[in-house]
């Protein structure tokens, strides 16, 4: 039975129902496609709340990412074929067994690609590919900090990072989140909850400093993140799960001639041509080992609720896969 869980109004995790739906039929330039699984994000978590605007209607269908087969094409749209596998990250509607999104953001999956595996890095681990390549673009020999290591993002970035011979320092909440962080690429992996950070950071780079902090937690870590920048380091504040970073002031980068940006996967996707490009360097380091694609968690997508309890209460490692 078709289905979809909708944010009725913005709330706590218990404002996601079930709906009956019937499969939408696609307009000029879409695809409809039948979902296998679904990739859960804290950016979820921000629609959900009421963070980010709400689109006029009758609830929201939240979810940004996932992987399917495709059921129907619409008027115009080449290159993809019913019944073929594909993947995507694009905003909200994923919550249901069938959904439409534009064609040109569909990814044709590679037969060695799992449509979990891919459901749980199409946004994730896109984000990591912009993030290292341009944000902040990383070289052999570099150290960055990187927080939330453990999570879903986090856990790709730190073996993509080894991968290009950067080292990596992590944080992560607990001594669990640490030692799996570091079993997939940190060099080093600091405690937030119980270690100076700071410290930390500028003791195991013999007070250097980084060259990158890739902050998504916001509130509680942006103003150490601007502290532990090497001269001439650019902070990319990406995310804010614990907050947004008011406490960040343009002065603030003036300590050491600092970059700053914030950006989004969604500018990047965009750009024509990125998103094959970006997909096929995902889908080959996946392919070589070097990113293996951690999935710590699977619920039915009726029990999304539950799923967003855990990422909120930050009781989750890797990613979060949802079978509709
Ligand atoms: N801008 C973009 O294009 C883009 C794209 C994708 C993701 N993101 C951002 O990247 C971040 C990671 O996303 P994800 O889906 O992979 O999530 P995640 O890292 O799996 O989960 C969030 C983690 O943040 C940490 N955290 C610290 N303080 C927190 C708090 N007060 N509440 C909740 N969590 C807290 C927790 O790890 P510890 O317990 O280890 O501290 C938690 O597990 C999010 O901020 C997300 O918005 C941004």
């Known amino acids: 039975m078709p289905y979809a869980m909708i944010a009725t109004v913005p709330g ?4 996601l129902t079930r709906r009956a739906i019937t499969p939408p039929a696609p307009g000029p330039g879409e695809i409809m496609i039948r979902q296998t699984a679904i990739g859960l994000n804290y950016i979820d978590v921000y629609f959900r709340q009421g963070l980010y605007p709400w689109p006029q209607g009758d609830g929201l269908i939240l979810g940004s990412e996932g992987a399917g087969v495709v059921e129907a094409l ?10 073929q596998r594909v993947a995507y990250a694009v905003t909200n509607g994923a919550y249901a067994t069938h959904r439409l999104i534009p064609a040109a953001q569909a990814v044709a999956l590679p037969d060695d ?3 979990e595996v891919a459901a749980a890095v199409m946004l994730k681990g896109l984000t990591v590919h912009y993030l290292i390549h341009h944000s902040h673009a990383v070289t052999a020999g570099d150290t960055v900090l990187f927080h939330a290591a453990a999570g ?3 856990l790709l970035a730190g073996q993509w990072l080894a991968e290009k011979g950067v080292r990596a320092i992590g944080t992560a909440g607990g001594p669990q989140k640490c030692a799996l962080a570091r079993a997939h690429g940190y060099d080093a992996v600091i405690d937030s909850r119980a270690e100076d950070v700071v410290g930390r950071v500028m003791d195991l780079t013999g007070g250097a400093g980084v060259a990158a902090a890739y902050d998504s937690v916001g509130a509680d870590t942006i103003l150490g993140s601007v502290a532990v920048l090497a001269r001439f380091g650019t902070l990319v504040s990406f995310g804010q799960s614990s907050g947004a970073p008011e406490a960040l002031r343009v002065s603030h980068l003036a300590r050491a001639s600092l970059r700053l940006t914030r ?3 969604f500018h990047h996707s965009a750009s024509p041509g990125w998103l094959a490009r970006a997909a096929g360097d995902l889908f080959g380091v996946i392919r070589s080992g070097a990113v293996q694609v951690c ?3 699977h619920w039915p997508l009726d029990q999304v609720a539950q799923a967003h309890g855990a990422l909120e209460a930050r009781a989750t490692t890797g990613s979060t896969v949802l079978i509709p």
């Open 295 to 297: 999935i710590g968690a």
């Open 12 to 15: 706590g995790p218990d404002v």
């Open 74 to 83: 619409g008027a115009g749209v080449t290159g993809l074929t019913l019944g």
């Open 113 to 115: 690609i799992a449509d």
């Open 152 to 154: 879903g993002v986090g």
């Open 263 to 265: 950006p989004s996967l």
